[in-house]
């Protein structure tokens, strides 16, 4: 079993930057994919930005160039630096990695738990 928490969340004010970070720990061989969902009230779960193990990263159309998505392999550790935060933000925002566990190296994905982002204007 693979767990993921997630941390760094918080109240910000308009304009301002939080750091969100994922920790995964457990059965792990390898983590192939690591991101950032988020989902508001009444609306579904979207990505934020993902980067995969060589470093390729992906964002939504509405972060770039504010967010920045890292990973620290070591660490099994993913970020996401997020500046210039809006008030349209505001979401729970939810770890996820595709891990390769066990002897068979059998791929999952995992959640993480969540964390309150909210931005006032």
């Known amino acids: 079993q693979v767990q993921l928490v997630e941390s760094g969340g918080g109240l910000v004010q308009a304009g301002g930057s939080l750091r969100l970070s994922c920790v995964a720990s457990?059965?792990?061989?390898?983590?192939?994919?690591m991101g950032w969902y988020r989902q508001s009230p009444g609306n579904q779960r979207e990505l934020v930005a993902a980067?995969?193990?060589?470093?390729?990263?992906n964002y939504a159309d509405s972060v770039k160039g504010r967010f920045t998505i890292s990973r620290d392999n070591a660490k099994n550790t993913v970020y996401l630096q997020m500046n210039s935060l809006r008030p349209e933000d505001t979401a729970v925002f939810y770890c996820n990695a595709g891990v390769r566990s066990g002897s068979s190296r059998f791929y999952n994905v995992y959640w993480g738990q969540g964390t309150q982002v909210t931005v006032s204007s």
């Open positions: 457990g059965d792990i061989f390898s983590i192939d994919d």
């Open positions: 980067v995969i193990s060589g470093g390729s990263t």
